[in-house]
């Protein structure tokens, strides 16, 4: 079965660095594109960084560009989001996701979530 599973959250100062992995199984990982959300304590879930198709254009959210870089490796089936000049706003617990269809559906799947702090 499909699986997305996170790593790499944590403590960290405000202006450190952090790099999430989200560790992907059970499907053909080089022919999708992945997505990373991030959901703030009382807050919604809000996009932060995605990728088109693998390998293609990446999007992110205004509030991270040129501080975040979302990145993959086929042969590890793993996505990574590099997360530099962390702020107290970067607190939240963030998740990768993906699409994936299914004859004539589409199907949406979810990691756990890492929990990043942003605190000093």
């Known amino acids: 079965q499909v699986q997305l599973v996170e790593s790499g959250g944590g403590l960290v100062q405000p202006g450190g660095s952090l790099r999430l992995s989200c560790a992907a199984s059970g499907f053909t990982f080089s022919r999708f594109g992945v997505t990373w959300y991030r959901q703030a304590p009382g807050k919604g879930r809000e996009l932060v960084a995605t990728?088109?198709?693998?390998?293609?254009?990446?999007n992110y959210t205004d509030s991270v560009k040129g501080r975040f870089t979302i990145s993959r490796d086929n042969d590890k089936n793993t996505v990574y989001l590099q997360m530099n000049s962390l702020t107290s706003e970067d607190t939240a617990l963030y998740y990768c996701y993906v699409r994936l269809p299914a004859g004539s559906r589409t199907y949406d799947y979810w990691g756990r979530g890492t929990r990043v702090t942003v605190s000093s």
């Open positions: 990728e088109t198709r693998p390998g293609g254009t990446t």
